[in-house]
Nanobody, 126 residues
Framework: QVQLVESGGGLVQAGGSLRLSCAASGGTFGSYAMGWFRQAPGKERSVVAAIDWLGGSIYYTDSVQGRFTIARDNAKNTLYLQMNTLEPEDTAVYYC???????????????????WGQGTRVTVSS
């Protein structure tokens, strides 16, 4: 069983930056794909960025490409999301999630994710 705890959310002005962290416990951190997802009020949860467990392939949704960076530190069992040039449209609850170990499904597909954190709120003011 994998437990995930996010931190780093908050209120920031448009154009600002935040770094989210996700501390993982249980299992072998380097053996499962991980991702960041977000859910804005009235919208479905969707992928923001994901990183696989094999060779470090990375996916970004189009709206954050060039502004957000996902990274994992396997030595610290931690996943990060550096968010720069934030926009009001980035306002959402951000969730960290993990797939089952050594899963060969699509690493950025939300339906492949089975372990979820409690979420951290990000609010970007205009």
């Amino acid at each position: 069983q994998v437990q995930l705890v996010e931190s780093g959310g908050g209120l920031v002005q448009a154009g600002g930056s935040l770094r989210l962290s996700c501390a993982a416990s249980g299992g072998t951190f380097g053996s499962y794909a991980m991702g960041w997802f977000r859910q804005a009020p009235g919208k479905e949860r969707s992928v923001v960025a994901a990183i696989d467990w094999l060779g470090g392939s990375i996916y970004y949704t189009d709206s954050v490409q060039g502004r957000f960076t996902i990274a994992r530190d396997n030595a610290k069992n931690t996943l990060y999301l550096q968010m720069n040039t934030l926009e009001p449209e980035d306002t959402a609850v951000y969730y960290c999630a993990a797939q089952r170990p050594r899963n060969f499904g699509t690493y950025y597909a939300i339906q492949e994710y089975v372990y979820w954190g409690q979420g951290t709120r990000v609010t970007v003011s205009s």
